[in-house]
DNA sequence: CCTAAAACGGAACGATAATTCCAAAATGGG
DNA sequence: CCCATTTTGGAATTATCGTTCCGTTTTAGG
């Protein structure tokens, strides 16, 4: 998965993984089916891990704008480690794979539903705690933070971005009221 | 150019290329050098000319605000037309080939430079025009509609995506006072 | 018109790619 | 321990890949 995740499809080949996993060639076509099927496997762990691990987080936290403001500090922090450099997964499948390669669009198109729905459920309980106002388009406010961590995450590809990023976040957390 | 804005770099091959340019294989070869050599060419004039629409773009708006909603809108509305499901090449490039090709990596962060210090101009208009507050962070304003864009780019990859989209952008220009 | 240069069509070259094959070795359960 | 199953190491298969080659055709300038 790993390494899907860092080379993209097209540049990986058997050879990386089979490197990778440690395993022989034919035991691996056994296992998986081949390159495709283990692609959309490793896409599919990815993605759950992920949406998990986000919904996970804002459970825990009591402040909206201090809980996305943490979400977002871990992925740019993440984005100058050497294993965060890879991106996010979905993000570089999207790139690499959409428009051409249309069998990965419903799989893309679920992550970005689930996705949402947590960052609106999560804004939703903000009105309800009374930190934010309900008068706002919180459809909105979770399409923009979603969109913004596509964007964090393909611009943290950058070396040095740090600063940036975490400022752009700041000014998005501006547009809560 | 188009080929590699849509199939990226590792998924295009030399003989896509041919086809898509019309001209002999050994002709490419002399007068581009290479794969790679072309491929630098093609996204270089992309972001000379990508840099230039919008500046010229957004000179010609008198109001900040209705300045980047079209502009936005624009940039989502192409993202569902066929030509603009291609996304943006140098995001896309950003994704593939960032971080194990560092020989792009410095094109990429001029191309940012350019575009926030276009955003960032812009919005000086704003405030020195007055429909803009001068106590708020232009530079992590220009940073948010950057990574904004670069965000929109990627989601607006997923077909049905213009109303989401253009709620996260009504969403971002609420930030701005 | 002539001729040098450029472009062409087609193929060769060596490497790489995904997939399959097979005898041998390793594993795990009875 | 035995044996069936799984995994292995190594290679073969077929196709594709980026690059180069070369005789022929086309082009453009004098």
Redesign the interface.
């Known amino acids: 998965m790993h390494t899907f995740w ?3 499809y ?2 990986t080949s058997m050879q990386d993984l089979v490197d990778a996993m440690g395993i022989n060639r034919a035991s691996l076509y056994d296992t998986f089916g081949g390159k495709k099927a283990l692609f959309e496997q490793a896409f599919e762990l990815y993605r759950k891990t992920n949406a998990q691990g986000l919904q996970r987080f804002l459970e825990q936290q009591e402040s909206v704008r201090v809980g996305l403001r943490q979400l977002f500090a871990m992925a740019i922090e993440e984005t100058q480690s050497e294993a965060g ?3 996010c997964f979905v ?2 499948v ?3 794979l ?3 390669d249309r069998s990965m ?1 419903g799989l ?2 679920a992550n ?1 539903e689930a996705f ?1 729905a947590v960052f609106h459920r999560f804004l939703e309980q903000g009105v309800a705690s009374g930190e934010l106002s309900a008068d ?2 919180l ?3 979770a ?2 933070f ?7 995450k ?2 943290g ?5 740090e600063k ?2 975490m ?6 957390l ?2 809560l ?1």
């Open positions: 860092r080379k993209g097209h540049a450099q890879r991106g993000v570089n999207t790139t690499e959409l428009p051409d669009e893309i198109r970005k949402t706002q388009d459809q909105a406010a399409n923009l979603f969109t913004l961590y596509n964007g964090v393909v611009v590809k950058i070396p040095g971005q940036a990023l400022g752009a976040v700041e000014a998005a501006g547009a009221r």
